[in-house]
């Protein structure tokens, strides 16, 4: 038997319970509201692997079956002479190594100063260090292009033009106005305790720079430094300005004369260039990239 509850005249019924969706119909309903990202990754993805695809692809090509077949058609014979002659003919092994002995020396140097500045800037208490960081932030507003004539002409009056010690000068000076303030900004957000505990421990400033500065900035280093890599190397204005020799040129600007070498552009041995370049930038990336990861995970500060 069956005994009912009575309902009150004019009294609300009960309300339902909600219906439970099984894990399916839950699993459906997250896939459809990651639907839209999805599709928007995919897109991205298209619109950034398309020309690499195509440009890795066209350097296995000859010169026929670039200008006759379809852009995302494999390779009739895969010619791995085309690396070869981008390196030997092309000039493009020595334009690697220009690149490397311009940007290596740059970078650190941008880091060290950089790093210092924003250390006395942030941190060491002294008359003027506001106006000097005014002074300093003025150095990011000025455009690049206005003083290379200048530069050019001093470099010219003190005869290092044939050397690539005026791209390494150059680099230097116009990535530290950045870096300093971006140091001073990560310094800032470093408890001044610290520093003062050190200072009551008997540490001078240079001591607390080396061993408390630097260890506790291992991350913004590493940022700092893959950004200024990045600028450095993919430079082609200020090394095609400071560049008086063939012999002197850098990747960039090796990649942009190498249509020339042939009398017209060899679409092979240039797209080849071209991929050693991405590939060795990439590899780059990747290992800074974990270098970041690590130091984000290691730079806590522990009290």
Excluded: C, H
Excluded at 154 to 173: N, Q, R
Aim: hydrophobic share 50%.
């Amino acid at each position: 038997m069956t005994i009912s509850t009575p309902v009150q005249p004019g009294a609300a019924p009960a309300p339902a319970l909600p219906r439970r969706r099984s894990p399916m119909q839950r699993a459906a309903r997250r896939a459809l509201r990651r639907l839209p990202i999805w599709i928007g990754v995919t897109i991205l993805m298209i619109v950034v692997l398309y020309p690499q695809v195509w440009m890795i692809l066209g350097s296995f090509k000859s010169q026929a079956e670039f200008l006759s077949n379809p852009a995302l058609s494999l390779p009739e014979t895969w010619r791995f002479d085309n690396y070869v002659t981008a390196l030997t003919n092309g000039n493009v092994g020595r334009n690697y190594l220009n690149s490397i002995i311009v940007t290596i020396p740059s970078v650190i140097l941008i880091v060290l100063i950089g790093v210092a500045a924003g250390y006395a800037l942030e941190v060491m208490i002294w008359k003027g260090r506001g106006g000097v960081l005014l002074y300093v932030l003025a150095g990011i507003m000025v455009p690049g292009q206005m003083i290379l004539v200048p530069l050019f002409i001093a470099y010219f009056k003190i005869g290092i033009t044939d050397t690539l010690l005026p791209l390494i000068i150059t680099y230097t000076v116009m990535g530290l106005p950045l870096t300093t303030f971006l140091m001073a900004t990560y310094f800032r957000s470093v408890p001044r305790t610290i520093f003062e505990a050190a200072t009551v421990d008997g540490s001078g400033p240079l001591r607390s720079f080396f061993v408390i500065g630097l260890p506790m900035m291992k991350n913004a280093i590493v940022t700092i430094g893959l950004v200024q890599f990045f600028s450095v190397w993919n430079d082609l204005l200020i090394a095609l300005t400071f560049t008086t020799r063939p012999a002197m040129a850098t990747i960039q600007v090796g990649l942009l004369s190498l249509g020339d070498e042939y009398g017209s552009t060899q679409y092979g041995p240039l797209f080849a260039a071209v991929s050693i370049n991405i590939i060795v930038l990439l590899i780059v990336f990747i290992g800074l990239n974990k270098k970041i990861m690590a130091g984000m995970a290691a730079g806590s500060v522990k009290g």
